[in-house]
């Protein structure tokens, strides 16, 4: 093991409440990192000495952001159908299926190639933590599949065979419930920390839902819910009943639902780049930090409805858009999306924690929305390891 000081930081967002404001800013400051895990952190004047220095010239350095929710294991691509949504055609859950269609046909090596191209993507852009859900194959060989090469890129795996109903089974939903809950969930489990399902109208409905998401929670899946994105919907209820980790998307929530929100440790996640790409009304993160419940940003990347791995992206467009300060949304971007992954690891800078680190190149966090659309990626350490 060696140590290395990253000194002469500007402003460090540690997100340690023991730190001023929400962010737990420390100004002229300096980070230790031993092995895999942060040692010390403190004002650069009482750094000590460490094996490797790096000058970060009064840059920013914040958590490597945890992107809670992503849809990257698929083969093919939605260019014509985003081109055409933004010629004016609607959105709607059906498009899944082409990507479906192209990722059951994909060979292991296809989908494990595109896979690494984009948790790469999203690495050298500061995204140190990625979850990842099937949901492309709907099958039980392609959902297991799914998941056992998702399992190889990142620990946080979500079996979301409740993408859509399966092609196959388009004339007896109830069937490919069954099997969702029954032998595709045998087949997926091993490979999956967590359990989804797309809870609306066109995907599946509350009952349903209910089933498939305590189906695994008996095979010691923890749950989390794409709630109430396209309408209202019990999702956001469901999902705070069952105790999931998080509710996804949120765009339309009654006053119950941001109450139930609220009054409970369920993260609303919100996905910015999925209105966005569907020209659709954002969600409104004001009425949902006011009201008292976690937030999380994410980027929903996937091929059909949020084709961006970009965090700062999603943070530019959540404090123009949403509502969110620009502090609250670099929080969101990070300790919201670890606390949506139920990790204490990460989302944070201090003793212990894990060294995930993103080097801005800004001397303040507020300029990933202050300076939208550019690239401001100096530095990533991943575990202790640079890797940009
Ligand atoms: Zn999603």
Avoid at 113 to 122: G, H, Y
Avoid at 184 to 211: I, K, S, T
Avoid at 329 to 340: D, K, M, P
Avoid at 361 to 382: E, F, I, K, M, N
Wanted: net charge negative; aromatic share 4%.
């Amino acid at each position: 093991m060696s140590s290395t000081l990253i000194t002469n930081i500007g402003t460090l967002v540690t997100n340690d409440p023991s730190h001023p404001g929400l962010l737990g800013l420390l100004e002229k400051a300096a980070v230790v990192l031993d092995g895999s895990v942060v040692t010390w952190t403190g004002s650069a004047a009482d750094a000590p000495a460490a094996d490797e220095v790096v000058d970060a010239q009064g840059r920013a350095l914040l958590p490597g952001f945890v992107d809670s929710h992503a849809h990257l294991v698929f083969a093919g691509d939605r260019t014509a159908e985003f081109n055409a949504r933004m010629s004016g055609q609607a959105y709607s859950a059906g498009g899944i299926r082409t990507t479906v269609a192209a990722t059951r046909a994909a060979s292991d090596a296809e989908l494990d190639a595109n896979l690494a191209r984009f948790v790469r993507e999203a690495l050298h852009q500061g995204t140190t933590t990625i979850e990842c859900k099937s949901g492309y194959g709907l099958t039980v060989a392609d959902e297991a599949r799914a998941l056992r090469i998702a399992a190889t890129h990142t620990p946080e795996t979500t079996y979301l065979g409740a993408h859509v109903v399966a092609p196959e089974f388009a004339a007896d939903p109830a069937a490919y419930v069954d099997l969702v809950t029954g032998e595709m969930l045998d087949a997926c489990a091993p490979h999956a920390r967590w359990v989804d399902v797309f809870c609306e109208n066109g995907a599946f409905d509350g009952d349903q839902a209910r089933a498939v998401l305590t189906a695994g929670m008996e095979r010691g899946l923890i749950p989390r819910v794409h709630a109430n994105q396209l309408s209202h919907g019990p999702g956001v209820q469901l999902a705070v009943e069952l105790g999931a980790a998080s509710a996804d998307h949120c765009t339309h929530l009654t006053d119950a639902d941001v109450a139930a929100l609220a009054g409970s440790a369920t993260v609303a996640t919100l996905l910015p780049g999925a209105e966005f790409s569907t020209r659709a009304a954002y969600p409104d993160a004001r009425r949902l930090l006011d009201a008292g419940a976690t937030v999380a940003l994410s980027t929903d990347c996937n091929p059909g409805s949020s084709f961006t791995s970009s965090m700062a992206f999603c943070i530019a467009v959540a404090v123009r858009e949403m509502g969110m300060t620009p502090d609250e949304a670099v929080h969101a971007a990070t300790a919201g999306g670890a606390r949506a992954l139920r990790r204490t690891d990460v989302g944070r800078i201090a003793p212990g924690a894990r060294a995930d680190l993103l080097l801005l190149d800004a001397p303040s966090p507020v300029h990933l929305a202050y300076r939208p659309g550019v690239p401001l990626t100096a530095g990533v350490w991943q575990a202790g390891v640079r890797v940009r």
